[in-house]
C-alpha cells in the first residue's frame, strides 16, 4: 500500500500561484510514476501533470508552459508550481501513485483549488 498526503491548495486569484505537495508513504521505491489530476465539477477526472520514477515528465496542453511538476531527491514528494492560474483550473487536485511492476494506484484525498476571475 502506498498513503499520499496533500496540502498547497487554496483560492487564488487569476493570474496568481499556488505550489502543491504531496507525499508518498508505504511501499514506494519500484518503479512508479507520480503525478497530479484534477476534477472540476461535472467533468471527467484528468491529467495534469505526471513524473516517471526516471524523471520524465508529461503535462497536459492546457497547463504547458504555465505548471511545473518537481520532486525532492528521495523520489517521495512531488510537488506541482501553477503559475499564470486562470478561473478554468478550478478543480480538486488529486495526488495520484501509480506502481508499474505491480500495476496498481493509488490517490490522495485531494484539495481544492479556486481562481476567481
Known amino acids: 500500500q502506498v498513503q499520499l498526503v496533500e496540502s498547497g491548495g487554496g483560492l487564488v486569484q487569476a493570474g496568481g500561484s499556488l505550489r502543491l505537495s504531496c507525499t ?4 514506494t ?7 497530479w489530476h484534477r476534477q472540476a465539477p461535472g467533468k471527467q477526472r484528468e ?3 505526471s513524473m516517471l520514477s526516471s524523471g520524465s515528465v508529461n ?4 497547463v504547458e508552459g504555465r505548471f511545473f511538476i518537481s520532486r525532492d531527491k528521495a523520489k517521495t514528494t512531488i510537488y506541482l508550481q501553477m503559475n499564470s492560474l486562470k478561473p478554468e483550473d478550478t ?7 501509480y506502481r508499474w511492476i505491480r500495476g496498481d494506484e493509488f ?3 485531494g484539495t481544492q483549488v479556486t481562481v476567481s476571475s
Open 59 to 62: 503535462y497536459a496542453d492546457s
Open 91 to 97: 478543480a480538486v487536485y488529486y495526488c495520484n501513485y
Open 107 to 109: 490517490w490522495g484525498q
Open 47 to 49: 491529467l495534469v501533470a
Open 29 to 35: 521505491g519500484d518503479i512508479h510514476t507520480m503525478g
Open 24 to 27: 508518498a508513504s508505504g511501499s
